[in-house]
C-alpha cells in the first residue's frame, strides 16, 4: 500500500486549501482511510476519516464544520478540503490507510497501518 500526498502550501487565514493523497490499489474500496496532522512538538492528531465500506465520515471537534474528508475511487484519490483555515492549524498532513479498526477508534493514529510522507500547510499573514 503507497500513499502520496500533494496540495500543501502556505495560506492566509480564513483561506482555503485542498490536499490530495494517492493511494495504490484498492485502498479506497476496502480499507479505513484517514487524515492526520503534527504540529512542532504536539502528538499527531486524527482529524478526519473515512470508512471506505460504506463512505461515512469522522471528523475531530477541532475541524468538524471546515473540512470535507472526499475521494474519487476512479482516481484513486482522497481529498481533504479545508475552509476558514487558522494559524492554529498549521501542521504537516498526512493521510494512512489502515488494515483493520474499530470505528470507535477510527481517528486514532494507532489503528493505521500505511502512512503517506506528509505535506506541509502553513496559515499565516
Known amino acids: 500500500v503507497q500513499l502520496v500526498e500533494s496540495g500543501g502550501g502556505l495560506v492566509q487565514p480564513g483561506e482555503s486549501l485542498r490536499l490530495s493523497c494517492a493511494v495504490s490499489g484498492d485502498v479506497l474500496d476496502y480499507y479505513p482511510v484517514g487524515w492526520f496532522r503534527q504540529a512542532p512538538g504536539k502528538e499527531r492528531e486524527g482529524i478526519s476519516a473515512m470508512n471506505s465500506r460504506d463512505g461515512s465520515t469522522y471528523y475531530a471537534d477541532s475541524v468538524k464544520g471546515r473540512f470535507t474528508i472526499s475521494r474519487d475511487n476512479s482516481k484513486r484519490t482522497l481529498y481533504l478540503q479545508m475552509s476558514s483555515l487558522k494559524p492554529e492549524d498549521t501542521a504537516v498532513y498526512y493521510c494512512?490507510?489502515?488494515?483493520?479498526?474499530?470505528?470507535?477508534?477510527?481517528?486514532?493514529?494507532?489503528?493505521?497501518?500505511?502512512w503517506g510522507q506528509g505535506t506541509q500547510v502553513t496559515v499565516s499573514s
Open positions: 494512512a490507510a489502515s488494515a483493520g479498526l474499530s470505528i470507535a477508534t477510527i481517528l486514532s493514529s494507532d489503528e493505521y497501518d500505511y
